[in-house]
C-alpha cells in the first residue's frame, strides 16, 4: 500500500455538546495515539476536577476555548495512526461559525464524521452538515448516532434517525453513508465494538475508519501547477535559472512533458522537479510540493497557471458558483465588490447575480431571495477582473475553490465552489471599453482526426448535441461539407489538403476565440498539417485537443459508408486515405479514442467530459 493509500483524512462536524471532542479523544485515546504525557496530565486533571471518567474532551486542541466560552473556536487538526492507517482528523466545530470552520477543515476530507445526540436525532444543523458535506465533496460520511448509553441503546431509537437521515441524504449527492451507533463517553463501538447493542451488527467505527476504501480522491488526470513562487538565484554565469515553486493542484508532472503556461500560451516542457529539500524528482503528483525549472526562457509571474497543451483548465473572468455566507455582519448582495482568492491569484470581483438561496431543511431553491446572510448558501454569477484559470470544483477541489474576502475588511466572507462558465448574461457592465474574450465565453477547439469512415463526423455530432444541450455554444466543422463551399476548389492531393486544414484552422481559431466549441472533423492525414493546425491556435491562446478516432482501416473498410472504399480499391478514386494516400497517426494524440471504447454516443460523452470537466 501506498503512503497516499495509507492516509485517511477526516472531518467531523456535529452540534454543540453532541461529543464530538470525547470521540475524538477516544479514538485517540483507545488506539493509544496519543503520548503517554498527555494521557497522565488529563488523567490528573480530570482526577482533580472528581470526574467520574477521564475527560477526553480535554485532548482536543480546542477545549481551552471550549471552557472559557462554551465553544470550540478553530479547527484543530489531529493526528492518530492504527496498524493499518495513518489518520488526519479534523474537529470543525459546531457554534455558529461552523460554515466556515467546516468549509476550512473539510475541503479536502476523504470521510466526514456526522455526529447526531441519540436523545436530539436529527437536527437543521446535521442536515446542514450534510449538505455542505456533499457541497465539498466529499465522497463518504459516516453518520454516528451517539450516546447510545442516554437512551438505553434503545434500538428503535436508532433506527429512527437512521430512516430520517437515509431519506435526507437521498436527495444529497453522496452515496456512501454508513452509522453506527456508539457511546464516545463509555466506548462503545468506537474502537471496540461493545455488547451492550447486539442488535448492531456493523463494525466499530474504528474498524470501519481503517477498511473504508479510498479510491485517490484526488484528480490524476488533469496537471494543474499554480506558479506560487518565481525562484531567481543570482548566478555568476548571467544564464537564466529560474525555477517556479507551488504546490501540485492536479494531475501528474513529468520531467520532458510539454506543458503551456496560462494565460500566455507559450509552451515547453519541463527540464527539471524537485521535490521538498531539494530532492531532484522524475515526477510529482497532486498534492505534492515541488520546484520546478522549464526548458524555455518564459516569463511568469505568481498566480499563473501550468497544465499540458492539449488539458488546459478553464480561463475565463465570467462564472458560476456555490457559495457559503460566513459573514455576519454584512451580506452578500448582487453588484457587491469583492477580492477573490483563487489557487495563487488574487483578483477584484464582483458578484453578477445571486441566482438563488438555498433552504437547507427541504433543499428547496429560493430564487427571489436578494442577499445571503451568515451560514447562507446560494449560488451566484461571479464577473472577475483578471480571468481565473480554473475547473468546475466536483473535478478539482483545488483549481474549483475560492474565497471571498471583504474589499475593505480584508475579513474572509464567504468561501465559493465553482460550477462552471457562465451560461446565463448578466446586465452589470464590469469593462467600460471593449467587448474582451473573457467576457465571451471559453472557446476551443476539438480537432477529430480519423481515417475515412473512422466514425470522426457520427461522434462530432454526438459531441455537438452533448454541448448544446448543457448550454456550450459549438459547432461542427466537418471536412466534407467544407468542401461544398469554403473548400470547394480543393482536391486530395497533399498540397490541396494541406491548404483545406490550414484554412479550416484559421476558421475554427475565430469560432473559438467568438467563444464556441468548435468540432473539426477531417481526415487530416499528415501530422505536420495538424501541427500547424493546433498553433494557429496555440498562437491566439485558444485551448486546442486532438482527439485521435482510431478505427482500424480493416474496420472502416468493413463498414464503408458511403461505398468509396470499394470504389478507391477499384481505382475510381486515386489518391484514398488508407488505400492510395498515406496517414499518420498522431503520436501523442490529447485523446485517444478506438472501437472498444463504446458507442458514439458514449465516446462523445467522455470527450466533453475530459475537456469541459461536465
Ligand atoms: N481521395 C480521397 N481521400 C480521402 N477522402 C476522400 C477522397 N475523395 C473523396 N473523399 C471524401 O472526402 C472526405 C475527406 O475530406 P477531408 O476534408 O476530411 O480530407 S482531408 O482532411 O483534406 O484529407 C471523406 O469523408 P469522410 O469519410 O467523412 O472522412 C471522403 O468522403
Ligand atoms: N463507435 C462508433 N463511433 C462512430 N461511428 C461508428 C461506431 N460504430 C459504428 N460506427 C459507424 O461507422 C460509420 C462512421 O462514419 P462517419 O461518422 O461518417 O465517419 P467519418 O466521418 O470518420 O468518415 C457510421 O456508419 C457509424 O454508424
Same mark, same amino acid.
Given at each position: 500500500?501506498?503512503?497516499?493509500?495509507?492516509?485517511?483524512?477526516?472531518?467531523?462536524?456535529?452540534?454543540?455538546?453532541?461529543?464530538?471532542?470525547?470521540?475524538?479523544?477516544?479514538?485517540?485515546?483507545?488506539?493509544?495515539?496519543?503520548?503517554?504525557?498527555?494521557?497522565?496530565?488529563?488523567?490528573?486533571?480530570?482526577?482533580?476536577?472528581?470526574?467520574?471518567?477521564?475527560?477526553?474532551?480535554?485532548?482536543?486542541?480546542?477545549?481551552?476555548?471550549?471552557?472559557?466560552?462554551?465553544?470550540?473556536?478553530?479547527?484543530?487538526?489531529?493526528?492518530?495512526?492504527?496498524?493499518?492507517?495513518?489518520?488526519?482528523?479534523?474537529?470543525?466545530?459546531?457554534?455558529?461559525?461552523?460554515?466556515?470552520?467546516?468549509?476550512?477543515?473539510?475541503?479536502?476530507?476523504?470521510?466526514?464524521?456526522?455526529?447526531?445526540?441519540?436523545?436530539?436525532?436529527?437536527?437543521?444543523?446535521?442536515?446542514?452538515?450534510?449538505?455542505?458535506?456533499?457541497?465539498?465533496?466529499?465522497?463518504?460520511?459516516?453518520?454516528?448516532?451517539?450516546?447510545?448509553?442516554?437512551?438505553?441503546?434503545?434500538?428503535?431509537?436508532?433506527?429512527?434517525?437512521?430512516?430520517?437521515?437515509?431519506?435526507?441524504?437521498?436527495?444529497?449527492?453522496?452515496?456512501?453513508?454508513?452509522?453506527?451507533?456508539?457511546?464516545?463517553?463509555?466506548?462503545?463501538?468506537?474502537?471496540?465494538?461493545?455488547?451492550?447493542?447486539?442488535?448492531?451488527?456493523?463494525?466499530?467505527?474504528?474498524?470501519?475508519?481503517?477498511?473504508?476504501?479510498?479510491?485517490?480522491?484526488?484528480?490524476?488526470?488533469?496537471?494543474?501547477?499554480?506558479?506560487?513562487?518565481?525562484?531567481?538565484?543570482?548566478?555568476?554565469?548571467?544564464?537564466?535559472?529560474?525555477?517556479?515553486?507551488?504546490?501540485?493542484?492536479?494531475?501528474?508532472?513529468?520531467?520532458?512533458?510539454?506543458?503551456?503556461?496560462?494565460?500566455?500560451?507559450?509552451?515547453?516542457?519541463?527540464?527539471?522537479?524537485?521535490?521538498?529539500?531539494?530532492?531532484?524528482?522524475?515526477?510529482?503528483?497532486?498534492?505534492?510540493?515541488?520546484?520546478?525549472?522549464?526548458?524555455?526562457?518564459?516569463?511568469?509571474?505568481?498566480?499563473?497557471?501550468?497544465?499540458?497543451?492539449?488539458?488546459?483548465?478553464?480561463?475565463?473572468?465570467?462564472?458560476?458558483?456555490?457559495?457559503?455566507?460566513?459573514?455576519?455582519?454584512?451580506?452578500?448582495?448582487?453588484?457587491?465588490?469583492?477580492?477573490?482568492?483563487? $489557487? $495563487?491569484?488574487?483578483?477584484?470581483?464582483?458578484?453578477?447575480?445571486?441566482?438563488?438561496?438555498?433552504?437547507?431543511?427541504?433543499?428547496?431553491?429560493?430564487?427571489?431571495?436578494?442577499?445571503?446572510?451568515?451560514?447562507?448558501?446560494?449560488?451566484?454569477?461571479?464577473?472577475?477582473?483578471?480571468?481565473?484559470?480554473?475547473?468546475?470544483?466536483?473535478?478539482?477541489?483545488?483549481?474549483?475553490?475560492?474565497?471571498?474576502?471583504?474589499?475593505?475588511?480584508?475579513?474572509?466572507?464567504?468561501?465559493?465552489?465553482?460550477?462552471?462558465?457562465?451560461?446565463?448574461?448578466?446586465?452589470?457592465?464590469?469593462?467600460?471599453?471593449?467587448?474582451?474574450?473573457?467576457?465571451?465565453?471559453?472557446?476551443?477547439?476539438?480537432?477529430?482526426?480519423?481515417?475515412?469512415?473512422?466514425?470522426?463526423?457520427?461522434?462530432?455530432?454526438?459531441?455537438?448535441?452533448?454541448?448544446?444541450?448543457?448550454?456550450?455554444?459549438?459547432?461542427?466543422?466537418?471536412?466534407?461539407?467544407?468542401?461544398?463551399?469554403?473548400?470547394?476548389?480543393?482536391?486530395?492531393?497533399?498540397?490541396?489538403?494541406?491548404?483545406?486544414?490550414?484554412?479550416?484552422?484559421?476558421?475554427?481559431?475565430?469560432?473559438?476565440?467568438?467563444?464556441?466549441?468548435?468540432?473539426?472533423?477531417?481526415?487530416?492525414?499528415?501530422?505536420?498539417?495538424?501541427?500547424?493546425?493546433?498553433?494557429?491556435?496555440?498562437?491566439?491562446?485558444?485551448?486546442?485537443?486532438?482527439?485521435?478516432?482510431?478505427?482500424?482501416?480493416?474496420?472502416?473498410?468493413?463498414?464503408?459508408?458511403?461505398?468509396?472504399?470499394?470504389?478507391?480499391?477499384?481505382?475510381?478514386?486515386?489518391?484514398?486515405?488508407?488505400?492510395?494516400?498515406?496517414?499518420?497517426?498522431?503520436? $501523442?494524440?490529447?485523446?485517444?479514442?478506438?472501437?472498444?471504447?463504446?458507442?458514439?454516443?458514449?465516446?462523445?460523452?467522455?470527450?466533453?467530459?475530459?475537456?469541459?470537466?461536465?
Amino acid at each position: 500500500m501506498s503512503e497516499h493509500a495509507q492516509l485517511l483524512r477526516i472531518a467531523t462536524a456535529g452540534s454543540v455538546d453532541d461529543g464530538k471532542s470525547t470521540l475524538i479523544g477516544r479514538l485517540l485515546y483507545d488506539s493509544k495515539g496519543i503520548f503517554e504525557d498527555q494521557l497522565a496530565s488529563i488523567e490528573a486533571t480530570s482526577a482533580k476536577r472528581g470526574d467520574e471518567y477521564t475527560d477526553l474532551a480535554l485532548l482536543t486542541d480546542g477545549l481551552r476555548s471550549e471552557r472559557e466560552q462554551g465553544i470550540t473556536i478553530d479547527v484543530a487538526y489531529r493526528y492518530f495512526s492504527s496498524p493499518r492507517r495513518k489518520f488526519i482528523i479534523a474537529d470543525t466545530p459546531g457554534h455558529v461559525q461552523y460554515t466556515r470552520n467546516m468549509v476550512t477543515g473539510a475541503s479536502t476530507a476523504d470521510v466526514a464524521i456526522i455526529l447526531v445526540d441519540a436523545r436530539k436525532g436529527v437536527l437543521e444543523q446535521t442536515r446542514r452538515h450534510a449538505f455542505l458535506s456533499a457541497l465539498l465533496g466529499i465522497p463518504r460520511l459516516v453518520v454516528a448516532v451517539n450516546k447510545m448509553d442516554l437512551v438505553d441503546y434503545d434500538e428503535a431509537t436508532y433506527e429512527a434517525i437512521r430512516s430520517e437521515f437515509t431519506d435526507f441524504a437521498a436527495k444529497l449527492e453522496v452515496h456512501d453513508v454508513t452509522f453506527v451507533p456508539l457511546s464516545a463517553l463509555k466506548g462503545d463501538n468506537v474502537v471496540d465494538r461493545t455488547d451492550s447493542m447486539p442488535w448492531y451488527t456493523g463494525p466499530a467505527l474504528l474498524d470501519h475508519l481503517e477498511n473504508v476504501h479510498i479510491a485517490s480522491d484526488r484528480n490524476l488526470t488533469d496537471v494543474r501547477f499554480p506558479v506560487q513562487y518565481v525562484i531567481r538565484p543570482q548566478r555568476a554565469d548571467g544564464l537564466d535559472h529560474r525555477s517556479f515553486a507551488g504546490t501540485v493542484a492536479g494531475g501528474i508532472m513529468k520531467v520532458d512533458d510539454e506543458v503551456v503556461v496560462m494565460p500566455s500560451g507559450r509552451q515547453s516542457t519541463i527540464k527539471a522537479i524537485w521535490g521538498p529539500g531539494g530532492a531532484e524528482l522524475d515526477e510529482a503528483a497532486a498534492p505534492a510540493a515541488v520546484t520546478i525549472a522549464l526548458n524555455d526562457e518564459i516569463d511568469i509571474v505568481r498566480g499563473e497557471m501550468i497544465a499540458r497543451p492539449g488539458n488546459r483548465p478553464h480561463q475565463g473572468t465570467e462564472l458560476e458558483a456555490m457559495v457559503c455566507w460566513f459573514a455576519d455582519d454584512s451580506a452578500l448582495t448582487p453588484n457587491k465588490r469583492y477580492v477573490v482568492k483563487h $489557487t $495563487t491569484r488574487d483578483t477584484k470581483a464582483i458578484v453578477t447575480g445571486l441566482e438563488y438561496r438555498l433552504d437547507i431543511n427541504s433543499l428547496h431553491r429560493d430564487p427571489d431571495s436578494t442577499e445571503l446572510g451568515l451560514n447562507e448558501i446560494g449560488r451566484i454569477g461571479l464577473r472577475t477582473q483578471t480571468p481565473l484559470m480554473y475547473d468546475p470544483y466536483r473535478r478539482n477541489r483545488d483549481t474549483g475553490a475560492f474565497i471571498l474576502v471583504d474589499e475593505l475588511t480584508g475579513n474572509t466572507v464567504g468561501a465559493g465552489m465553482i460550477i462552471g462558465p457562465a451560461t446565463t448574461g448578466s446586465n452589470v457592465v464590469w469593462h467600460a471599453g471593449a467587448v474582451q474574450r473573457g467576457d465571451r465565453g471559453q472557446g476551443r477547439t476539438l480537432w477529430l482526426t480519423g481515417l475515412s469512415g473512422s466514425g470522426k463526423s457520427t461522434v462530432a455530432s454526438e459531441v455537438e448535441r452533448l454541448l448544446i444541450e448543457s448550454g456550450h455554444p459549438a459547432y461542427i466543422l466537418d471536412g466534407d461539407n467544407l468542401r461544398h463551399g469554403l473548400n470547394a476548389d480543393l482536391g486530395f492531393s497533399a498540397e490541396d489538403r494541406a491548404e483545406n486544414i490550414r484554412r479550416t484552422a484559421e476558421v475554427a481559431a475565430l469560432f473559438a476565440d467568438a467563444g464556441v466549441v468548435v468540432i473539426c472533423s477531417l481526415i487530416s492525414p499528415m501530422r505536420a498539417d495538424r501541427d500547424k493546425a493546433r498553433s494557429v491556435h496555440v498562437a491566439a491562446d485558444l485551448p486546442f485537443t486532438e482527439v485521435f478516432v482510431d478505427t482500424p482501416l480493416a474496420e472502416c473498410e468493413a463498414r464503408d459508408p458511403k461505398g468509396l472504399y470499394a470504389k478507391a480499391r477499384a481505382g475510381e478514386i486515386p489518391e484514398f486515405t488508407g488505400v492510395s494516400a498515406p496517414y499518420e497517426p498522431p503520436l $501523442t494524440p490529447d485523446l485517444h479514442i478506438r472501437p472498444e471504447d463504446g458507442t458514439a454516443e458514449e465516446v462523445a460523452q467522455r470527450i466533453v467530459s475530459s475537456i469541459l470537466g461536465i
